[in-house]
């Protein structure tokens, strides 16, 4: 009988050890419609900022619920009389803003240059991106003719247009 008993004890145990492990969870079907896609949007950039983490790309920024990370891939697309440098982008946008990204200034191999940031980064989602610059103002016409890229951006509110965050230069070398 003691056996039986101490079996059936261990039985619960057993069987409650799981179910504490769930009880932190929350009760999805209260949840509002809202409140369920924030926290799909919210494991979405999670494991989007993994991938990116795991694929060891450049954090470019991250605060105030903001990441930009820099993919790897850059080219300078030539037109003839004129040329642009592209850098591809990943945006995560944790925080409760919709944000734009402006270029407040940029430079190539130490010419000052115009640059393009991108607009339309919704609160709670992600978003792939060119930045775009005037490569052609710093006699750039192939990426084998950039050794370094230097761009100081602004974030943006996108429904105010108010400047969020102005960031410290940021100097990318391209090791050419």
């Known amino acids: 009988m003691k056996t039986l008993f101490a079996l059936c004890l261990a039985l619960l145990m057993f069987i409650a050890i799981p179910c504490e ?12 419609d ?5 926290l799909v949007n919210a494991a ?3 494991l989007a900022r993994r991938v990116l983490a795991a694929e060891e790309n450049t954090i470019l920024y991250d605060q105030d619920g903001i990441q ?3 993919t790897g891939k850059q080219y300078v697309e030539d037109y003839g009389d004129s040329s642009s440098l592209y850098l591809e982008v990943v945006i995560i946008n944790d925080s409760d803003k919709n944000i734009g ?3 407040a200034s940029s430079s190539i191999n130490g010419w000052e240059i115009y640059g393009w940031g991108t607009d339309g980064i919704s609160a709670g989602k992600k978003k792939k991106a060119e930045f775009e610059f005037n490569a052609s103002d710093a006699d750039v016409f192939a990426i084998e003719e950039v050794e370094d890229l230097e761009m100081q951006m602004n974030i943006y ?3 105010t247009y108010e400047t969020i965050s102005k960031l410290d230069p940021i100097t990318v070398s391209f090791g050419q």
Do not use: T, V
Request: hydrophobic fraction near 50%.
């Open 101 to 103: 990204i402006m270029m």
């Open 44 to 46: 979405r950039n999670e």
């Open 157 to 159: 509110d996108g429904d």
């Open 34 to 38: 809202e409140e369920l896609q924030e």
């Open 21 to 32: 492990a769930f009880a932190d969870l929350p009760d999805f079907a209260a949840m509002s």
């Open 68 to 70: 930009i990370y820099l």
